[in-house]
């Protein structure tokens, strides 16, 4: 199982927190690319995705994984 933390190049408050514990950390720069990168994650399987909540407003297909099995993303 991979873990995935995704953030605006902006955001540091949890980067080192989510580092330290093996979590992959993807920094966007453009924040309307979240879908984008939510699709690359989605393929595999087993992976959760941790996302602030300011950041999920900007994607239009958050809930589309709300029941798939292979993704699982956590809005904190």
């Known amino acids: 199982m991979n873990r995935y933390y995704i ?6 408050e949890k980067i080192f927190l989510n ?4 979590v992959s950390v ?3 720069d453009d924040l309307e690319e979240i879908d984008k990168e939510i699709e690359k994650i989605a393929v595999e ?8 909540n300011e950041l999920a407003s900007f994607s239009n297909n958050i809930n589309k994984y709300k029941n798939d099995k ?3 993303i956590i809005i904190s």
Do not use: Q
């Not at 953030?7 to 540091?12: D, I, R, T, W």
């Not at 399987?45 to 602030?52: A, E």
């Open 19 to 22: 580092e330290r514990f093996g």
């Open 70 to 72: 292979n993704v699982k």
């Open 7 to 12: 953030k605006s190049k902006n955001e540091n």
């Open 26 to 28: 993807i920094e966007l």
């Open 45 to 52: 399987k087993n992976n959760i995705i941790y996302i602030s």
